[in-house]
DNA sequence: AAGCATTGCAACCGCGATCCA
DNA sequence: TTGGATCGCGGTTGCAATGCT
C-alpha cells in the first residue's frame, strides 16, 4: 500500500493564491496561530492542501519576510554558507533574516548556479580549483527573456554597460577549444553566447577573485582552528559558532579532535592529495585539503591516469556521465581523456568535502611554484584548457600577475 | 506585431524526520 | 515499540513576463 495523501486532494484548488485567500489565511493565522496545517484549510475556509496553506504562509504572509532584493551582503553570505553547507537551504535562510529558504534556493538556482563556475582538476595532478564569474567573464553577455522583477522595477537595468568601453571582442567560440566547446554544459552554452572582452579579463579575475576570497574567508572562519583566526584578523561570531556547530554535526565523522590541528586539522600525510583553490593561485596562502573519509577513486582509461575524490561532489552525492549529460547538469569536472566527466552542482564541489584548511604560513611544506602553476593553466589536453585559452587573451598581464 | 526563447519565481511534490497515541 | 499523522525540507515544475528576432 502507498503512502496516503497529505490531505483529501479532490475539489482542492492548486495554483496562484489570490489576495482573498492570503487575507482569510492571514486572518485564521493571526487568530489562531501557526500549526495543524492538516485542519487548517477546512477551518479557515479555505480549499487548500495544508502543506500549501503552510508554505503560503512561511514564504508570503508572515509579517517578518523580507521582499525586495537580496542584497550584495546577503549574496556573499549565501556563496559563503553555499560553500559549507551545500543545498542546506533552510540553514541558510536561517542566517538571513527575513528571507526564506525557497527564495534563497531560487536565487540561488537562478542567479548564483548560473553565474559561478567551478573548473576543477582531478586530485593527484597538483590542481587548482578555479571558480569563475561567467557573468563578469562575458562582461558583454546579453541575455534573453524577462529580468528579475526587481530590476523591472527599478527600470533600470543595463546588461550592456560592458560594451561599450571595449575595443575588440572574441566570442568564445574562438577563445575556447574545440574539445572544449563540445564537451560543454549548461555553462558551456551560457558562454557560447557571450562574448568575451580581452579589456575586462583583468577586471574579471580580480572579481572572481574578490568573492573567491571572501568565501574561503568564511570558509577559514569555520573550519580553522580558532587560535589561527586573530593573526587573519578573524573571529567567530555567533552565526559562525552555530553555524559551525552544524558543520560538526553533519560532518561528525570528517572531525579529528586528535589532530595537531585541532577541531578541524589536517593531516598532513593528506598533502599528496591536497587541491589548491583559486584563492591559492591569488596568495591568500589558504590551502584546502580533502576529508580524511573521502573516496578516491582511480580512473585509467585510455592511457590517462587521474584520481577522483567522489565524495567531491557535494554532500556526498557525485554523477558520471557523459559528455551529453553533464551538458545538462551544470558544473563539470573531467578525469582526463576518457570522455567520463563529472558533474556536480555549483561553487560547493569546491569546498564540502575539503575539511582541513590550514593557512599556508603555518606549514612551509604547503608551497608551489607559480611557474608550475601556469604550465597547468597551460594545458590543452582537456577542461583546463579552456583556462589556458581564456588566459591566452591576456597572456602578458595574467602571467605578470600570476607571478607577481 | 507576432512568435519564439528564456528567465524568475511561486507553487507543487515526494520523502525523510519527528511527534504522539 | 509501532505505526499513522504531521512537519519540514530540497528538488522540480508550470507559467507569466520579458527580450529578441
Same mark, same amino acid.
Given at each position: 500500500?502507498?503512502?496516503?495523501?497529505?490531505?483529501?486532494?479532490?475539489?482542492?484548488?492548486?495554483?496562484?493564491?489570490?489576495?482573498?485567500?492570503?487575507?482569510?489565511?492571514?486572518?485564521?493565522?493571526?487568530?489562531?496561530?501557526?500549526?495543524?496545517?492538516?485542519?487548517?484549510?477546512?477551518?479557515?475556509?479555505?480549499?487548500?492542501?495544508?502543506?500549501?496553506?503552510?508554505?503560503?504562509?512561511?514564504?508570503?504572509?508572515?509579517?517578518?519576510?523580507?521582499?525586495?532584493?537580496?542584497?550584495?551582503?546577503?549574496?556573499?553570505?549565501?556563496?559563503?554558507?553555499?560553500?559549507?553547507?551545500?543545498?542546506?537551504?533552510?540553514?541558510?535562510?536561517?542566517?538571513?533574516?527575513?528571507?526564506?529558504?525557497?527564495?534563497?534556493?531560487?536565487?540561488?538556482?537562478?542567479?548564483?548556479?548560473?553565474?559561478?563556475?567551478?573548473?576543477?582538476?582531478?586530485?593527484?595532478?597538483?590542481?587548482?580549483?578555479?571558480?569563475?564569474?561567467?557573468?563578469?567573464?562575458?562582461?558583454?553577455?546579453?541575455?534573453?527573456?524577462?529580468?528579475?522583477?526587481?530590476?523591472?522595477?527599478?527600470?533600470?537595468?543595463?546588461?550592456?554597460?560592458?560594451?561599450?568601453?571595449?575595443?575588440?571582442?572574441?566570442?568564445?567560440?574562438?577563445?575556447?577549444?574545440?574539445?572544449?566547446?563540445?564537451?560543454?554544459?549548461?555553462?558551456?552554452?551560457?558562454?557560447?553566447?557571450?562574448?568575451?572582452?580581452?579589456?575586462?579579463?583583468?577586471?574579471?579575475?580580480?572579481?572572481?577573485?574578490?568573492?573567491?576570497?571572501?568565501?574561503?574567508?568564511?570558509?577559514?572562519?569555520?573550519?580553522?582552528?580558532?587560535?589561527?583566526?586573530?593573526?587573519?584578523?578573524?573571529?567567530?561570531?555567533?552565526?559562525?559558532?552555530?553555524?559551525?556547530?552544524?558543520?560538526?554535526?553533519?560532518?561528525?565523522?570528517?572531525?579529528?579532535?586528535?589532530?595537531?590541528?585541532?577541531?578541524?586539522?589536517?593531516?598532513?600525510?593528506?598533502? @599528496?592529495?591536497?587541491?589548491?583553490? #583559486? /584563492? =591559492?593561485?591569488?596568495?591568500? &596562502? +589558504?590551502?584546502?585539503?580533502?576529508? !580524511?573519509?573521502?573516496?578516491?577513486?582511480?580512473?585509467?582509461?585510455?592511457?590517462?591516469?587521474?584520481?577522483?575524490?567522489?565524495?567531491?561532489?557535494?554532500?556526498?552525492?557525485?554523477?558520471?556521465?557523459?559528455?551529453?549529460?553533464?551538458?545538462?547538469?551544470?558544473?563539470?569536472?573531467?578525469?582526463?581523456?576518457?570522455?567520463?566527466?563529472?558533474?556536480?552542482?555549483?561553487?560547493?564541489?569546491?569546498?564540502?568535502?575539503?575539511?582541513?584548511?590550514?593557512?599556508?604560513?603555518?606549514?612551509?611544506?604547503?608551497?608551489?611554484?607559480?611557474? @608550475?602553476?601556469?604550465?597547468?593553466? #597551460? /594545458? =590543452?589536453?582537456?577542461?583546463? &584548457? +579552456?583556462?589556458?585559452?581564456?588566459? !591566452?587573451?591576456?597572456?602578458?598581464?595574467?602571467?605578470?600577475?600570476?607571478?607577481?
Amino acid at each position: 500500500m502507498g503512502r496516503a495523501p497529505c490531505c483529501e486532494k479532490v475539489g482542492l484548488k492548486k495554483g496562484r493564491w489570490t489576495t482573498e485567500e492570503d487575507e482569510t489565511l492571514s486572518k485564521y493565522i493571526k487568530a489562531n496561530g501557526e500549526g495543524s496545517w492538516r485542519s487548517l484549510p477546512k477551518n479557515a475556509g479555505l480549499k487548500r492542501c495544508g502543506k500549501s496553506c503552510r508554505l503560503r504562509w512561511i514564504n508570503y504572509l508572515r509579517a517578518d519576510v523580507k521582499r525586495g532584493n537580496i542584497t550584495t551582503e546577503e549574496e556573499d553570505t549565501i556563496i559563503k554558507m553555499h560553500n559549507s553547507l551545500g543545498t542546506r537551504w533552510s540553514l541558510i535562510a536561517g542566517h538571513l533574516q527575513g528571507r526564506t529558504d525557497n527564495e534563497i534556493k531560487n536565487y540561488w538556482n537562478s542567479h548564483l548556479s548560473r553565474r559561478l563556475y567551478t573548473i576543477r582538476r582531478p586530485i593527484g595532478e597538483d590542481p587548482p580549483t578555479i571558480v569563475m564569474d561567467l557573468a563578469k567573464i562575458g562582461g558583454g553577455y546579453k541575455r534573453k527573456g524577462r529580468t528579475s522583477r526587481a530590476a523591472m522595477k527599478k527600470n533600470n537595468i543595463n546588461m550592456n554597460d560592458s560594451n561599450s568601453n571595449n575595443n575588440k571582442t572574441l566570442s568564445c567560440k574562438e577563445v575556447l577549444t574545440e574539445k572544449s566547446v563540445g564537451k560543454s554544459c549548461e555553462s558551456g552554452h551560457l558562454i557560447d553566447s557571450m562574448p568575451l572582452q580581452e579589456e575586462s579579463m583583468r577586471n574579471d579575475v580580480e572579481l572572481v577573485a574578490d568573492l573567491e576570497r571572501k568565501s574561503m574567508i568564511l570558509d577559514t572562519d569555520m573550519r580553522v582552528e580558532e587560535r589561527h583566526l586573530p593573526a587573519q584578523g578573524l573571529s567567530l561570531d555567533g552565526g559562525s559558532r552555530s553555524l559551525l556547530s552544524e558543520i560538526e554535526r553533519s560532518e561528525g565523522a570528517c572531525l579529528d579532535g586528535d589532530s595537531e590541528m585541532g577541531i578541524l586539522g589536517p593531516p598532513c600525510d593528506l598533502l @599528496e592529495t591536497s587541491m589548491l583553490f #583559486w /584563492d =591559492d593561485i591569488m596568495g591568500d &596562502g +589558504v590551502l584546502m585539503l580533502p576529508s !580524511e573519509n573521502s573516496v578516491v577513486s582511480e580512473e585509467k582509461e585510455n592511457g590517462a591516469s587521474s584520481s577522483y575524490r567522489e565524495g567531491d561532489m557535494g554532500l556526498g552525492s557525485c554523477t558520471k556521465g557523459t559528455s551529453s549529460e553533464v551538458r545538462e547538469s551544470g558544473d563539470m569536472s573531467s578525469n582526463g581523456e576518457s570522455g567520463e566527466w563529472y558533474s556536480s552542482c555549483s561553487t560547493s564541489s569546491c569546498f564540502q568535502d575539503s575539511h582541513w584548511v590550514t593557512p599556508v604560513d603555518e606549514d612551509p611544506n604547503l608551497s608551489y611554484e607559480g611557474e @608550475e602553476l601556469l604550465s597547468w593553466l #597551460w /594545458d =590543452d589536453s582537456d577542461i583546463n &584548457g +579552456v583556462v589556458g585559452k581564456m588566459v !591566452e587573451c591576456e597572456l602578458e598581464d595574467f602571467s605578470a600577475w600570476l607571478l607577481s
